[in-house]
């Protein structure tokens, strides 16, 4: 007989402490769950990192069989969430990467120097504008997005895009802290700067 998942009393959904629970001690429809949960925003973060659908589906599907297979070895030391986007990381720039395109390694220390963050750059996650951004505007950001050195874009895409913690993006990357701000400043100054250059001639691209 299988035992009936715990559900919260307002969301009546399983959390995913308990369905990782379950998952781990055999039950596929519970992992199955897990999967329905997170797919879109995994798919939404491979898509971006790898500029086309049909390597983001290539990505989503190996990321999953992945999880359920380290499932495992889950300690549950961070959060599924947490735990699910490390992975879909590390299949991301391991896909890039045998694309032969230009990367920065995740372990190469980051010279922050005194005083490297000199200009205030605003968080654009908490920018209302955002909400009613155009369907241009939206394309526009997306491409220059995609040029973003990969390195850069990942910690771009989780913390500005998918709302991650500065804490909880340096934990999916296995960086500190200093190390994503650096990053991420380098992103938002980036992407600045082609909006600024793209709003000075009048939309034209840039």
């Known amino acids: ?32 769950v897990l999967v329905e949960r997170h797919e879109s925003k995994v798919y939404g973060l ?6 086309n ?23 549950e030391e961070a959060r599924f969430s947490t735990w699910i986007y490390r992975i879909a990381t590390n299949a991301c720039l391991m896909r ?11 372990d190469q220390p980051v010279d922050l120097g005194d005083g490297s963050v000199t200009r205030d750059v605003e ?9 009613v951004m155009t369907d241009e505007l939206g394309d526009v950001l997306t491409e ?4 973003l050195e990969p390195d850069n874009r990942i910690v771009f895409l989780l913390r500005d895009i998918h709302g991650m913690s500065t804490g909880d993006t340096a934990t999916v990357l296995g ?10 400043h380098r992103a938002r100054l980036f992407l600045r700067e082609r909006l600024t250059s793209y709003f000075a001639h009048g939309g034209a691209s840039v």
Do not use: Y
Not at 46 to 51: A, R
Not at 175 to 184: D, I, M, T
């Open 175 to 184: 960086l500190s802290v200093p190390a994503v701000k650096s990053r991420l």
């Open 46 to 51: 491979c898509l971006k990192m790898l500029g």
């Open 1 to 32: 007989m299988r035992t009936v998942l715990a559900f919260d009393s307002e969301t009546k959904a399983p959390g995913d402490p308990e369905l990782v629970a379950r998952a781990k001690a055999g039950d596929a429809e519970a992992f199955g």
């Open 123 to 131: 968080d654009w996650s908490a920018d209302p504008a955002a909400d």
């Open 96 to 106: 890039l990467r045998k694309r032969k395109l230009e990367t920065v390694s995740l």
């Open 144 to 147: 220059h997005i995609n040029e």
């Open 53 to 75: 659908p049909e390597d983001a589906e290539d990505c989503l599907q190996e990321v999953f069989i992945k999880a359920f297979e380290a499932l495992p070895r889950f300690r």
